[in-house]
């Protein structure tokens, strides 16, 4: 146990007597001063549906603690609905909410020197946040997933959030009725959890049990089932153990975790989101990662199950096929996970998988054998060109146009760009660009889900390319490209396309590519000009002050000085 933390601090004299004594006042008792002091960082709220039953979780943890000989101590964190916030001014506050959870969990641990941490999030940014501030803190520390959403269920169909979205498109487009478009509102989202596809929130929990600081198959329970919060209790005592045995994050956040982590995205086919956090976190670990190492893995990582938003089954169907840990053992047997990562329970990833069966079972076909994938190849592919020279982010499956060359539509907001959509202005064939959505831009980077579900409740999924330096919510699929950098704020060339520019996208050649020479792209950059920021106060102001590119993780800790 490291000599800074708390539990031996408060036994060292009479002059830590006052500290022993605010203790007192939270329930400590005489014997309670020698044990592990351990922080439960609690994401519960009512703001989302991700939230709202984690704090029955937390309760569940905190017996576990207990149980296991340690003390907790019980704290919020914020968190930010991007469901409820998409499509308005408000959206751009999720990302910067990983970076406010990251650093108030890191606050409270350091400032109450706590010898260990359990966090429990839901929603998209609750999880990379809490393993930032994980890796900052480097103190003995597991993660907690809410739970996943049910399914809802409207005219025989399985729903998610991401239907309601397309629900406005086909409105729109004249395709559905009203009552169809209230009965989809009405039905897509049942009860507590987060986001039932394969998008952002549950693949990250996904990433996280194939890095080894969640436990086995925790990341695709769903939130109202018990052993949710069994798997809570379960993980708190299995924390007090790495307390004693000083299992830090340092040593399970390595390279090759991070690289199974990949490996595991790509199978399950997660989100683009997920590029953006892992960034994020290898930088706060120290681990070299770049956004060439996804394209990578990705050549050589087959794509197994058939989920959400591309494909057919959602989280809760992955768990009963069985979940996680399947799909690590068959990637783990072909060559293509680090069977001697270490794992929070002090097993190593072939250790935890030791009695998983290499193929999955013949009665469900949620998940493939991996000689009959869905895709040979991984789907999240980083393209690059003269719009692109940081990297770009794509879903390179489930797309039937693999290149599209096109006419530019330029916009220079999320809003623009949706109402142009919806009066029909944007026809097959077109290229969207929406910038001035980046890190710094926006600021905030928010997500296009708004747009790019109208385009395919219009039909156009595959029929028009949309190019962002803004994000997409992991509920995106289409011919889409985000996360281009540099961004248009600072310059990139992404800022300097014209209306009716030719475009081309090429998902083989992993290329974006504006086409224009380059002595006519020159004398745009030397006419450009910087905008005036869209804030210059308040966290919107700070964060569009410190934040890095998004080919860097959109950190802002990165340089500082």
Request: glycine share 12%.
């Amino acid at each position: 146990m490291p000599d800074n933390r708390r539990s031996q601090v408060i036994t060292q004299g009479v002059q830590r007597t006052p500290n022993r004594a605010m203790l007192r006042a939270v329930g400590f008792g005489d014997s309670d001063f020698t044990k592990p002091i351990v922080g439960v960082a609690n994401g519960f709220s009512t703001i989302t549906p991700c939230n709202m039953g984690i704090d029955g979780l937390a309760k569940r943890a905190e017996s576990g603690v207990r149980q296991a000989g340690g003390m907790p101590q019980l704290f919020g964190t914020i968190t930010i609905s991007d469901g409820i916030s998409m499509g308005t001014e408000g959206m751009k506050y999720s990302l910067v909410s990983r970076e406010v959870i990251a650093d108030s969990i890191e606050t409270v641990c350091n400032g109450q020197s706590l010898d260990g941490v359990l966090a429990i999030g839901g929603c998209d940014k609750n999880m990379p946040g809490a393993m930032i501030a994980f890796a900052r803190l480097n103190i003995p520390a597991i993660f907690v997933y809410g739970g996943t959403i049910k399914p809802g269920h409207y005219a025989g169909k399985d729903l998610t959030v991401v239907s309601a979205f397309e629900a406005v498109g086909e409105y729109s487009a004249g395709k559905i009725a009203d009552e169809t478009l209230l009965a989809v509102e009405r039905n897509a989202c049942p009860g507590a959890g987060s986001c039932g596809g394969m998008y952002t929130a549950n693949t990250m929990s996904s990433a996280f049990e194939a890095m080894g600081m969640s436990l086995m198959y925790s990341s695709t329970m769903a939130a109202e089932d018990a052993e949710k919060a069994d798997s809570a209790e379960n993980s708190a005592i299995v924390l007090i153990e790495a307390i004693r045995q000083q299992i830090l994050p340092s040593q399970i956040l390595t390279r090759q975790a991070f690289e199974n982590a990949i490996s595991v995205i790509m199978a399950v086919g997660g989100s683009t989101n997920s590029v953006l956090h892992l960034l994020a976190i290898a930088n706060a670990i120290g681990v070299p990662l770049t956004i060439d190492d996804f394209e990578t893995i990705r050549r050589r990582v087959p794509v197994l199950c058939d989920l959400k938003p591309s494909g057919r089954y959602v989280a809760t169907d992955l768990h009963t096929a069985g979940g996680i840990p399947q799909v690590m053992k068959m990637l783990l047997v072909n060559g293509l996970l680090h069977g001697d990562a270490l794992t929070i329970t002090g097993q190593t990833i072939e250790e935890v998988l030791a009695d998983i069966p290499a193929e999955p079972r013949s009665d469900q076909d949620v998940i493939r054998p991996f000689d009959k994938p869905m895709y040979a190849q991984g789907h999240l592919g980083i393209l690059k060109g003269n719009l692109a020279e940081e990297g770009a982010v794509a879903k390179l499956t489930g797309i039937k146009n693999r290149r599209i060359t096109g006419p530019a539509r330029v916009f220079d907001s999320e809003e623009e760009c949706l109402d142009a959509i919806l009066a029909k202005q944007v026809v097959a064939g077109d290229v969207v660009v929406v910038r001035y959505e980046g890190p710094k831009g926006g600021p905030g980077m928010r997500e296009m889900l708004a747009p790019t579900s109208a385009l395919i409740g219009a039909g156009l999924g595959d029929a028009v390319g949309l190019i962002t330096d803004g994000r997409f919510s992991g509920g995106t699929y289409g011919m889409v490209v985000g996360h281009v950098a540099p961004e248009a704020a600072v310059g990139g060339t992404i800022a300097l396309v014209q209306e009716g520019d030719s475009i081309t996208i090429d998902a083989d050649a992993n290329l974006l590519q504006l086409n224009l020479p380059a002595e006519d792209l020159e004398k745009r950059r030397a006419a450009w000009t910087p905008r005036p920021p869209r804030y210059t106060r308040g966290i919107l102001g700070k964060y569009a002050k410190l934040v890095s590119s998004s080919s860097q993780g959109a950190v802002t800790d990165m340089n500082l000085f």
